[in-house]
């Protein structure tokens, strides 16, 4: 069975090997690699805890595991899994993950905390635009989604882009990746579709009527946007990232905010209400359900049934027993319609604003309409902004792993310079006055101009310069067209940047010789990766990938996977007794399901439904004790549907063999197991173990 990459990790706990030990005892070979007794001591220590039994027996149960663990590895990396473009970038986005504490000040933030409570008194709604940009790319990619996004931002504040400046970004647009591999490739679709986002800004402008929101389907790289238009509805503290977050908190009612970057690209912002929050809700609803694609008569049909049930609920019937009754929504109808409790920006706005509308525990509403049907909603509880002790702990919970944390890294930056003799001579970085100019700002700029400065330190960080050369060429990748504005400044601002970036990167750099812990972590995710993509090769894989393999698997094994005794059931639930004999005498006529249920609802939509299931022996006791094919010759009365139940048993199947498509599953399951048997007898094979009795007996 295949099992998460994550287990796999953990699984391979403990792998590093100090090698920095002369001499230090051997307690195995594998094919004549050694395994010093400290790797084996502390893998056996890590996977038993801390308590172990140290007698023989339990260190020589213990070799069999470890040597088949080191041979997977071994095997991977003779494959040269660990050579592979893949999992170079898989294990350096795990590293990305685990160094981000270390990279970071620990001390927790009070003001977070504080500012994470005072906006979640708030809730803001907002628009948003976004271009698409990943996290670790290129320059010039970075550089074209930053003139998209500005250029659309200019042209929502009716600020419309003169043919010039679309002419640069076309320009640039044709130098980003992807864009240029497509075009390699003679595919000029997503060129298209992004020149054409600004290209026509100038038409959205003049044809919308929302400058923001009818320009947002043209220009966003939302998926989302062509239902919503960008609207993200109200939402509060940490439900988003944190710098869209604090643009939608700092951004007036009514304003665009600037350019914001998060982990998904660049967004832009219209603020268009605040207010007080609305707290947390528990409701229960009945629904009258119609699908994406329903017809007019659909939605009638759906229209009239929540209007019956309302007349009910108005009559002073139970609301549960209704929900339970009649509701569409079979996830919460067994549970009286119950829903869980949600904040402002979870549900359709329809549904959020008729729930919180309600003005007393017990009160309903009226139906109310969304995309997904019809509703009448039940107000069950409802709870205000709980008090900041109440809350603490959690806060800091959920701060410590949102990107807000990162304030930390101020902090960590002015550690790391006292602790490596940090200095910086600023009048070398200000020779770039000489050379910086307005081309900077056209995004013409190139790095040779510093050539003629010297290349001179400008800060130096542990002994290591950092020079105006180094400095050119960031610079240079920090590039975008820009508003007319002091280059001098700017030059600072990046220059601020670049040294903070060094910094952190330094720091980065020496992770694995500061922190035991991180560089043992390191390895045991290096192997645990490594065990993954070699068993998914060699076993999960290759269960799903060799259709022939599982399918004479599934013949020589057919027998294992049989279909017991089961009953095709036709279940006809009814309102009342009377429905249930117009019910029988439509079926002594011979009439179809479709039939019936027409004729039968005809006056209400609430008279009759129909469920077809195929049972096992065993599944059901009504049709257990109706095992043959035929109408029951019973009515049943069920007390959890309050409903009067007609079945109808179609046919009896016997016991016989499932198809391969009926039991993939179990057999995909099984031929993994047959096959990984067969690989790791191959490995015991392959690998020769060689153990050092003498050694293992010196194990505490």
């Keep these: ?46 996977n038993n805890g801390k308590e172990v039994n140290n ?25 040269g899994l660990d050579t592979l473009t893949s999992f170079k970038n898989e294990l350096a986005g795990y590293r990305r993950q685990l160094a981000a504490p270390y990279l970071t000040d620990k001390n927790t933030n009070e003001n977070l905390l504080t500012e994470a409570y005072n ?63 497509t075009l390699r490739g003679k595919d000029s679709s997503l060129y298209k579709a992004k020149f054409n986002s600004v290209r026509y800004l100038a038409e959205y402008y003049k044809n919308a009527t ?13 998926p989302s946007v062509v239902d919503n238009k960008g609207d993200l509805n109200f939402f509060s503290s940490l439900d988003m990232v944190y710098p869209f977050e604090t643009a939608a908190f700092t951004t007036k009612v009514g304003d665009v905010s600037p350019v914001v970057r998060t982990r998904f690209g660049y ?80 549900l359709p706005k329809a549904f959020e604003d008729a729930a919180f509308a309600l003005k007393a525990n017990g009160d309903y509403s009226e139906p109310v309409m969304t995309q997904y049907g019809w509703h009448i909603i039940k107000r069950n509880e409802r709870k205000g902004v709980p008090e900041f002790n109440d809350v603490k702990a959690e806060l800091k ?70 020079t105006q050369n180094e400095f050119a060429k960031f610079l240079e990748t920090q590039m975008t067209f820009r508003s007319p504005t002091d280059v001098h400044e700017v030059m600072k601002g990046i220059y601020k940047t670049w040294v903070e970036e060094s910094i952190v990167n330094y720091e980065d750099s020496q992770l694995e010789k500061k922190y035991v812990d991180f560089r043992n972590l390191l390895r045991e995710y290096r192997d645990g990766i490594l065990l993954f993509d070699l068993t998914d090769q060699k076993v999960w894989s290759k269960a799903v990938k060799d259709t022939s393999g599982l399918k004479d698997f599934y013949e020589k094994n057919k027998n294992n996977y049989l279909w017991a005794d089961r009953a095709d059931v036709t279940t006809y639930k009814c309102l009342n007794e009377k429905i249930a004999k117009e019910v029988r005498k439509l079926l002594k006529e011979g009439k179809s399901e479709k039939e019936i249920t027409e004729t039968v609802n005809k006056p209400s939509q609430l008279n009759l439904s129909v469920e077809n299931i195929t049972y096992l022996k065993g599944e059901n006791k009504n049709v257990d004790d109706n095992w043959k094919a035929g109408v029951a010759p019973k009515d049943i009365n069920d007390d959890k549907e309050k409903k009067i139940f007609v079945i109808n048993v179609n046919k009896i199947l016997p016991k016989s063999p499932k198809t391969l498509a009926e039991s993939r599953g179990m057999v995909t399951a099984d031929y993994q197991n047959y096959l990984e048997k067969e690989w790791l007898s191959y490995l015991k094979n392959k690998y020769v173990v060689q153990t050092n009795k003498e050694v293992l007996t010196t194990i505490k």
């Design 397 to 466: 919970t959920r701060v410590a792993r949102d990107s807000r944390s990162q304030a930390g890294r101020v902090a960590l930056i002015e550690r790391v310079k006292k602790e490596n003799n940090f200095k910086e001579n600023l009048a070398n970085r200000d020779e770039f006055n000489k050379i910086m100019d307005t081309t900077y700002l056209k995004a013409t700029w190139t790095a040779a101009r510093a050539s003629k400065l010297g290349n001179k330190e400008i800060f130096n960080l542990a002994g290591r310069s950092y």
């Design 1 to 46: 069975m295949k099992i998460n990459k994550i287990v796999a990790v953990v699984l391979a706990l403990g792998a590093f090997v100090n090698s920095g030990k002369a001499q230090e005892p051997i307690v195995m070979t594998i094919n004549g690699k050694p395994i010093t007794k400290s790797e084996f001591e502390a893998v056996y220590r890590k």
């Design 55 to 79: 007698t023989t027996k339990s260190v020589n149960e213990y070799v069999d595991l470890f040597s088949l663990f080191k041979s997977k590895v071994f095997e991977a990396e003779s494959m």
């Design 210 to 222: 929302d400058k923001f929101m009818d320009i947002a389907p043209k220009t966003s790289d939302d």
């Design 267 to 346: 967004h832009i912002l219209k603020i268009y209400d605040k207010r007080d929050s609305r707290g947390e809700i528990f409701v229960s609803h009945i629904m009258a359900k119609f699908g994406k694609d329903a017809s007019e008569q659909d939605k009638a049909n759906a229209k009239t049934k929540i209007d019956e049930i309302y007349g009910k609920l108005k009559g002073g019937q139970n609301f549960e027993d209704l929900a339970r009754q009649f509701s569409d929504d079979k996830q919460t109808s067994d549970r009286g319609g119950q829903l869980q409790p949600f904040k402002s920006g979870k």
């Design 119 to 181: 906006r979640m008194k708030t809730e803001v709604r907002a628009s948003h635009i976004l271009v698409r940009i990943d996290e670790t790319a290129l320059p010039k990619d970075t550089l074209e989604g930053w003139t998209r996004i500005h250029i659309i931002r200019n042209a929502v504040l009716g600020k419309l882009p003169t043919a010039s400046e679309i002419s640069n970004y076309e320009k640039i647009l044709k130098n980003q990746s992807e864009v240029a591999k």
